[in-house]
């Protein structure tokens, strides 16, 4: 017996994920089906224009605690919005287009670009890049396995 092809993937709330466009291959992530957007922890982000274009430039630091693998990143603009955050407080976000790469499918991400030092993620995927064809699973962790063990040691607690 066959069985049916389905075209959503089933993830667990935390999952390892990549963002190939800015050199980032391995993030750890929180599905969030309560959040609109997906937020990526950004730091000295700066607005500039080149060639008449609205740009943002900034900081990213794949590993909590951990200044290692940081890449500057250069994106367009594509929106600003204001974000309530899990506090309640709200505040106006630069928002850019990433994709990412999920349980080995890519999709592209509204990210607002924010200050996670104290979450427990460096990245959150909210529910506008989900709806891409992902059920969430919130009793299941790390479905698409787990970054090589080699590069989650040698990030561990810094």
Same mark, same amino acid.
């Given at each position: 017996?066959?069985?049916?092809?389905?075209?959503?993937?089933?993830a667990?709330? &935390?999952?390892?994920?990549?963002?190939? =466009?800015?050199?980032?291959?391995?993030?750890? #992530?929180?599905?969030?089906t309560? %959040? *609109?957007?997906?937020?990526?922890? %950004?730091?000295?982000?700066?607005?500039?224009?080149?060639?008449?274009?609205?740009?943002?430039?900034? =900081?990213?630091?794949?590993?909590? /605690?951990? !200044?290692?693998? %940081?890449?500057?990143?250069?994106c367009?603009?594509?929106? &600003?919005?204001?974000?309530?955050?899990?506090?309640?407080?709200?505040?106006?976000?630069?928002?850019?287009l990433?994709?990412?790469?999920?349980?080995?499918?890519?999709?592209? %991400?509204?990210? /607002?670009?924010? /200050?996670r030092?104290?979450?427990?993620?460096?990245?959150?995927?909210?529910?506008?890049?989900? *709806?891409?064809?992902?059920?969430?699973? #919130?009793?299941?962790s790390?479905l =698409?396995?787990? #970054?090589?063990?080699?590069?989650? &040691? #040698? !990030?561990?607690? *810094?």
């Open positions: 017996m066959t069985e049916p092809i389905h075209s959503s993937t089933i667990g709330w &935390r999952e390892w994920v990549s963002l190939p =466009g800015i050199g980032v291959p391995w993030i750890k #992530a929180k599905l969030d309560g %959040a *609109r957007t997906s937020s990526l922890h %950004a730091f000295d982000v700066e607005e500039i224009q080149r060639d008449g274009l609205d740009l943002v430039r900034f =900081g990213v630091r794949p590993w909590q /605690n951990s !200044n290692d693998d %940081a890449v500057v990143v250069e367009p603009v594509h929106d &600003r919005r204001h974000v309530r955050s899990s506090s309640g407080h709200v505040d106006e976000r630069i928002v850019v990433m994709d990412l790469v999920l349980l080995g499918r890519t999709v592209t %991400a509204e990210m /607002n670009l924010s /200050n030092d104290e979450m427990g993620f460096r990245m959150l995927i909210g529910r506008e890049a989900l *709806r891409q064809g992902f059920i969430v699973d #919130a009793g299941e790390f =698409g396995g787990r #970054a090589p063990r080699r590069t989650r &040691r #040698a !990030n561990r607690g *810094r």
